[in-house]
């Protein structure tokens, strides 16, 4: 059974951080392709981050370079996303998603940024 499971979430204040994980099991996590996706009420999901399967490129939306950073750990089968000086507009769910042949995503996280 394939899950992806976030954790992480919750309230912060702007220039505040937080650290989001996420936890799969069910497929070989070393072989996929694994993103950050945000979507935020009334908006449509887009692509915050995502790493290959080595770790060795990992891009960043525009809004958030220089603030967020993505990691993987494979013997883990983990992926964290660590966000700092963080903006009222991050505020979001946050998802996890895998890519290789299929797609397989989390069920989210509530991030808010607000004073």
């Known amino acids: 059974q394939v899950q992806l499971v976030e954790s992480g979430g919750g309230l912060v204040q702007p220039g505040g951080s937080l650290r989001l994980s996420c936890a799969v099991s069910g497929f070989t996590f070393s072989i996929y392709v694994m993103s950050w996706y945000r979507q935020a009420p009334g908006k449509e999901r887009e692509l915050v981050a995502s790493i290959t399967r080595g770790a060795d490129i990992i891009n960043y939306a525009d809004s958030v370079k220089g603030r967020f950073t993505m990691s993987r750990d494979n013997a883990k089968k983990a992926l964290y996303l660590q966000m700092n000086s963080l903006k009222p507009e991050d505020t979001a769910v946050y998802f996890c998603?895998?890519?290789?042949?299929?797609?397989?995503w989390g069920q989210g996280t509530q991030v808010t940024v607000s004073s």
């Open positions: 998603s895998a890519r290789n042949q299929r797609v397989y």
